[in-house]
């Protein structure tokens, strides 16, 4: 028997955010296990409920999904986030896929290619609908820009403070720190500390404040 996936749908639009749970509710190894309204809902009820996938609208009021979506990652990374948007825009996806999400989805697509992109990152693969993958022409890589959350990180370690230091101030873990500073030189392509201070005086990080972040 297969692995049932369990599948939380986090929209605004009660009427969308039902339609897709009886979509999904009729495939045998999907269960949707919530409808939330917002992001913040999805935040708090995490830990209880822990699901597989996310179904995430990118505009919602109060949290919305990208900064939903980094703050999930944060504390579940095992945790696969789909995103369900009406914006193809290049910006939105390849914004939505450098804050981690695992796929991405326009509103409009075919019922069943819901359940194929679900299938698709549970099997650790990514995911673009037609309309988001044009999108990305090749001078715009996906997924290089450096999210809020590891901005912040690097102007705390431009300015010399240690994994601990950043983890204390951001009030995550401090193996969470150490994370985004991988992804930071990753993306970066830096691979020293050094590096990191040089490339955020050259671009200015250090001239702001968390405000602008």
Not at 59 to 73: H, V, Y
Not at 136 to 141: D, E, T, V, Y
Not at 172 to 182: A, D, G, L
């Amino acid at each position: 028997m297969s692995k049932i996936t369990r599948v939380v749908v986090v929209d605004d639009h009660p009427m969308v955010a039902e339609g897709i749970e009886a979509i999904l509710e009729s495939y045998d190894d999907i269960t949707v296990i919530a409808t939330l309204a917002d992001g913040q809902q999805i935040i708090d009820q995490l830990d209880a409920l822990r699901p597989d996938v996310i179904l995430m609208d990118l505009n919602m009021p109060g949290l919305g999904g990208l900064s939903a979506t980094e703050m999930i990652l944060e504390r579940a990374p095992e945790t696969r986030i789909l995103v369900l948007s009406m914006h193809d825009s290049p910006e939105y996806v390849s914004t939505a896929l450098s804050h981690g999400a695992r796929g991405y989805l326009l509103k409009d697509v075919p019922t069943e290619e819901i359940k194929g992109a679900i299938d698709a990152i549970m099997a650790g693969e990514r995911y673009l609908c037609t309309g988001a993958e044009g999108a990305l022409s090749p001078s715009r890589p996906a997924g290089e820009a450096l999210t809020n959350r590891e901005q912040m990180v690097l102007l705390q370690l431009a300015q010399g403070r240690s994994n601990k230091e950043v983890a204390n101030m951001l009030d995550i873990s401090v193996r969470t720190v150490e994370t985004h500073r991988k992804n930071i030189k990753r993306k970066l392509g830096i691979s020293s500390t050094a590096g990191l201070t040089r490339y955020a005086l050259e671009h200015g990080v250090l001239q702001g404040t968390g405000a602008n972040l």
